[in-house]
């Protein structure tokens, strides 16, 4: 690893308080420019703005969507940044270079239908009456509230005592906000929290997570509540290729909207920073104003 790296990471946590996801990948996306530096027999400190560019041309030649490339070079400008901030250089070679454009892509969703099987499965899915009864509540959790899926199972278990009508959710850069349980969240969530606190063969008591696991982090992880969202999907008839914890996501506010919620609830709700962030959500509001006009106008 390159020196620059650790320092450069660890200053991100501190400052920035961010997430482990985050500094992953900011680590993987950094790790990527600095080989290819190396293959061209050139350092970060030594590289200048061509260089920068030409890998950015290499990862189009590469097929890497705009995206991609522009989490990476907004990456490698935040490196730079911290590097002339440190003295590690006296100039900023990326600081001029703009990136591609990113796509305003729709976000993939569910129709309500489709979340009710979801839901109703997920109440039979599982190997034990615990396991049940655990996946029941996950989904119901993660369909009132619209969690990303960190957020979701690394709840702490305290947040749901005493049968609460919101509960108090950590996100990214810690911020934290309330969201509200519906009744089948709450009923749900009552049920699991007796099933969990009786269950004394695995230690659930003593966690401190809503979701405990014998793994390393104490909780289920990411990775094993995507791979439960895909085995659900196939069981409710539904193709796992375009569901995933962030498409109940996605079906959580592209709902709310077409009920009728204001763009800043929503944003609140979500969590999201910057407003901007959820407007793409408004295409539910044009696709409805579309079948309006098509269906109803007198003229159409």
């Known amino acids: 690893m390159h020196p620059w790296l650790p320092i450069f990471l660890e200053a991100m946590q501190a400052e920035q308080d961010a997430a482990i996801n985050t500094l992953n990948a900011y680590s993987r996306d950094l790790k990527d420019f600095i080989g290819f530096l190396e293959r061209k027999k050139l350092t970060p400190e030594k590289a200048g703005r061509a260089d920068i560019e030409t890998y950015l041309v290499e990862l189009e030649a590469n097929?890497?969507?705009?995206?991609?490339?522009?989490?990476?070079?907004?990456?490698?400008?935040?490196?730079?940044r911290f590097a002339f901030t440190e003295g590690w250089r006296s100039d900023d070679p990326a600081a001029q270079i703009r990136g591609p454009k990113r796509g305003r892509h729709l976000p993939t969703t569910l129709s309500e239908a489709d979340v009710v099987k979801l839901l109703d499965n997920a109440r039979t899915y599982g190997k034990t009456p615990l396991d049940?009864?655990?996946n029941a509540c996950l989904m119901e959790i993660l369909y009132a509230t619209g969690l990303r899926v960190t957020e979701l199972v690394s709840l702490p278990v305290a947040a749901a005592r005493?049968?609460?009508?919101?509960?108090?959710v950590r996100g990214k850069g810690g911020r934290e906000r309330m969201v509200?349980?519906?009744p089948p969240a709450r009923e749900a969530l009552a049920e699991w929290l007796t099933a969990r606190d009786a269950d004394l063969t695995v230690k659930h008591a003593k966690s401190p997570f809503l979701f405990p696991?014998?793994?390393?982090?104490?909780?289920?992880?990411?990775?094993?509540?995507?791979?439960?969202?895909?085995?659900?999907?196939?069981?409710?008839?539904?193709?796992?290729?375009?569901?995933?914890?962030?498409?109940?996501?996605?079906?959580f506010a592209t709902h709310?909207?077409?009920?009728?919620?204001?763009?800043?609830?929503?944003?609140?709700?979500?969590?999201h920073a910057d407003v901007s962030t959820t407007e793409i959500y408004t295409h539910v509001l044009e696709e409805r104003l579309k079948y309006l006009v098509l269906n109803k106008h007198p003229l159409a």
Request: hydrophobic share 40%.
């Open 213 to 251: 696991s014998r793994g390393k982090k104490g909780h289920i992880t990411r990775e094993a509540f995507f791979l439960f969202i895909k085995d659900l999907a196939l069981v409710s008839g539904l193709d796992p290729k375009g569901i995933s914890p962030h498409t109940l996501r996605h079906a």
């Open 63 to 80: 097929g890497l969507a705009k995206s991609t490339r522009a989490r990476r070079l907004s990456c490698i400008r935040q490196l730079y």
């Open 162 to 168: 005493g049968d609460p009508r919101m509960i108090l």
């Open 132 to 134: 049940k009864l655990k």
């Open 256 to 271: 709310l909207l077409a009920n009728g919620a204001d763009l800043l609830s929503i944003q609140v709700l979500l969590g």
């Open 180 to 182: 509200p349980l519906s």
